[in-house]
């Protein structure tokens, strides 16, 4: 019968046009029955309260005084206070009176289908409610922000283990412990947007001790390489989910905030966490590697500028890799430049389009110059030790020059997340870092490497030992672009086929730096226009 009752109750809410809350013989009877429906009937009570609020919200937020579990008019008693004060029936208003609608929702925020993520919507619209004292006050007293960051990380534990094989497998129905944690941070960021400042702070503060400093952080820092693996990957897939505030608070903890340039020998003890997950780029485990280059290819792909800034902008800004010149136009003949590094293949323009279109739709809508939160970007003096300091272009980009330097000693699998890293990096809109990464004539200091001056090592090293196999070179190389668009995991038969993979992956890597490239052109082309 109960349910009946609820059931109608919340059809009458939903179809109600007229503000008719405020009356005494409509908000009374609700209270009565949000008391008396506790711990029975979820799905059809948990539609009712979320009806509710969504009523709450269109009327009057200030209605909310009716609703609380103490006020003048009402007989009902506290909803957690009703066995300790059960004389609590009338009087005047308390100072501590709460919210219950939020306190009768609390409950059900953690279940898993359709009645949890009813309930999840329905914190949402209350917490957006969080002007009124009432709401304020449950929040606080029921400890929302320690209740959500301890269940983000039960069900961070409960989630299966993960391979490297697994870094890029789709995401499919049947992974509902990952799809329950992905949309309970989801919930968490939508709690934090809709939050007043501190009550958003205490949310984020609890999730950052709680979840990011406690759980996440020690599983990225354990001795286990199998659990670092899945943390990592996992890391990866529910990063682009999040939004806002919590995504800046998981980047910070991950790379930290630091605004200064880097130094060759500065040490880990402020930035350990970002520097271990850096250095893993070019890790011995080729499993460990190719997780973490999937990691820094999700964070590159999010186009944050605050971790832009901390991985690679903050030391170009002083221009210190840069001998004096007068700026010239690349133009075209960069492009050119990077097609004719591995003419190895029959048709080395074979594709190029493709990868021209998919350039130009990444990077067609982005500003010229990116903003940064970081405003204005710091000088040159802001290098410790001053500006005369030798240039490093940072641990990130040094680690991933390692890395390419070494592409023939490598995984097919392992180079591809490499390229693909480097690739992601080159479409970020910053003018420094284009320079850094596409322009093959740019006056760089001698000593210093770039993708190009890489490119073009490895193209006189894949001569010299492409002259030890001869023909055997020119047969394998159509098996190798079959078995490159078939197969990510295949173990080389002979040295001559990983050579003959890894120049046909180089070229490919070409065609993308160079289509990049020309995307730019292209696009500053338009927008002169």
Sequence with gaps: MRRTVL????????????????????????????????????????SLLYTLLLKLQKEDPALVTLFSSIDP?????????????????????????????????????????????????????????????????????AQLNLRVAEEAGIRFRKLPPLDAS??????????????????????????????????????????????LANILAPALLQSAEAGVISATI?????????????????????????????????????????????RRLDATSENLAIATMTLFEAVVSLGND??????????????????????????????????????????PCEGYEGYLRDAYAAMRLAPTQQPTTISPFPSPLMRRGGPSDAFYEGLFLHTLFNRLEQLFDHSLISNIRLTAVLTKLARYSHPLL?????VPNLPLLPSLRSPYRILLQLAE????????????????????????????????????????????????FCKELAATLHAYILITTTRLA
């Design 306 to 347: 605050s971790v832009m800034y901390n991985l690679v902008i903050r030391n170009l800004q002083s221009k210190g890799h840069l001998q004096p010149y007068i700026p010239q136009q690349e133009g075209i003949d960069g492009v050119s430049r990077f097609l004719s590094l591995f003419p190895a293949c029959q048709a």
């Design 434 to 438: 284009r320079d850094f990464l596409l």
């Design 166 to 211: 697994q870094a890029n497998r789709p995401i499919t129905k049947h992974d509902t412990l990952y799809i329950s944690f992905r949309e309970y941070l989801i919930f968490i960021g939508q709690l934090v947007s809709a939050a007043p400042t501190d009550i958003q702070s205490l949310i984020t503060e609890a999730f950052h001790v709680r979840f």
């Design 461 to 508: 090293a894949a001569k010299r030992k492409s002259n030890r196999f001869g023909k055997e070179l020119r047969n394998l190389l159509d098996h190798t672009h079959q078995q490159l668009a078939t197969t990510l995991f295949t173990v080389p038969a002979s040295e001559a086929q990983g050579l003959l993979e890894g120049l046909v992956l180089l070229e490919e």
């Design 234 to 278: 996992y890391i990866a897939r529910f990063l682009p989910a999040l939004k806002g505030h919590l995504l800046d608070l998981v980047l910070v903890t991950l790379f930290g905030d630091c605004m200064e340039c880097e130094r060759l020998n500065d040490q880990d003890d402020e930035n350990l966490l970002r520097n271990t997950l850096i």
């Design 73 to 141: 008019y009402s007989e009902v008693e506290p909803i957690h206070n009703q066995r300790n004060l059960p004389h609590a029936k009338t009087g005047p208003p308390h100072e501590h009176s709460e919210f219950m609608v939020l306190c009768a929702l609390l409950p059900f925020i953690n279940l898993d289908g359709p009645d949890g993520l009813t309930a999840r919507r329905g914190l949402v619209l209350a917490v957006e409610l969080s002007s009124q004292p009432e709401v304020r006050e449950s929040i606080k007293t």
């Design 7 to 46: 059931v109608v109750v919340s059809t009458l809410l939903r179809n109600l046009s007229a503000p008719l809350l405020h009356h005494m013989n409509i908000h009374k009877p609700l209270c009565r029955l949000i008391t008396s429906s506790q711990g029975e009937n979820h799905s059809e009570f948990v």
